[in-house]
């Protein structure tokens, strides 16, 4: 039987797109647990998309004001340093309060270290981020320096607690006259109990500046970044033959459902319903993704209690077994710094569905930072009866309530 010739190219086309993605995964990188479904049947290349897939939204753009320039040498009035704490999803938040800071009184921002979860884990700031991004993003509006000029030894540094979103009378009042005196000061961040402000709430601490330093500043160092796509590939070619490529990032610790932080409250009956490994894929498989679905969790290793997910969708992974083997003792067994964080934040903004089953500070993030992109296909497992994704869309997407919405607007 005759082949049409159209048919001879997308075959070609189809075998090369393969064999580009099998160079970028290279063997020895997988675990070998993931051998086996790493062999792809020629019979099975051209699957399409089964599922609640949602398109990508369009990427959105800064539409903050015009900034006001800064010539250089302008700032002399002092430095404000920092270190960033407590993971990634509240770096961008700590960055924003230093550059209103430092911009409000005419200062110099020291580039900040950074510190992990124990006291004497420490970082400095191009170990993790990309400094020369970060200080080109903030060319001519704050000057920034790697260390305080004509620092005084042993003059003690004030420390000045900022609340999490500072405001221009806050620093009028509590940290201006300080920095008039010592010409230094250092900040550390204060945390509602809630860090889930709501854009209609948060006053007039959104301007171009705050708005510059979470969008535009702060970009993985460049070994952490290739680290972090090498991992989303391996999760898209696992993912190609019943998925067409796409992939689900689950935000779930087995300590959380085990203290029951993954829990939530029905408003009409007021019982509690939590999500563990069972009800995730429960809920999965309720709203129509199929069984060969690939599932990323932020768990860092695989635990027994994460078994019941499995079941549903055999595919499920964390990290210890997508990341290139050569790579684990760097940034999994040194247990030197919190790498895992940062490779699940960054990791989460670039998966096709993102799932929340706790509302903290790492939905929030990896919300405003998704909506940017125009990847808000973000769902809250909740006990409903609709089968429909759609109905468990983030309230984030749905009322487009997110600070983000206040930056951002459509290409």
Known sequence: MAMDLRQVVAAILTMSMFLMLGN?????????????????????????????????DEAMRPCWKKLYKTKKGEQTNGYIS????KGPEYHALQIANAIMIAKHLGATLVL???????????????EIYDPQKFTTSLDGVIQVVKDPINQQVGEKVVIVKVPERVTEKFISAHIEPILKKKKQVRLTSQYQSSNLTKAKEIGDYLNPYACLAMFGSLDLHPQLKELVDSMVRTLRFLSWKSSAGKFITVDVKVTEFKNKLSCQRNDTTSKEYCYGAEEIGQFLEKIGFRKGT?????????????????KYFPNTFTKDAV????????????????????IDFYLCMQSDVFV?????????????????????????????LSTSAADYLSPHILKKNHMAYSCLCKI
């Open 24 to 56: 970028m995964i290279k063997k020895d990188h997988i675990d070998p647990l993931l051998q086996g479904l790493l062999k792809v049947s020629k019979h099975s290349l051209v699957k399409l998309a089964s599922g609640p897939w949602k398109e990508d």
């Open 294 to 310: 690939t599932v990323y969790l932020t768990q860092t290793e695989w635990h027994e209690s994460l078994r019941p997910l499995r």
């Open 112 to 126: 900040p270290d950074i510190k992990g979860g124990k006291v004497s884990e420490k970082r400095m700031f191009g």
């Open 356 to 384: 929340a089953t706790t509302m903290n500070m790492f939905y929030n993030n990896v919300a405003e930072m998704r909506i940017a992109s125009g990847k808000t296909q973000i769902l809250i497992p909740a006990n409903k």
């Open 323 to 342: 990341m290139p083997i050569d790579l684990k003792a760097r940034y999994l067994d040194s247990g030197n710094f919190e790498y895992e964080k940062f």
């Open 82 to 85: 920092l270190s960033l704490t």
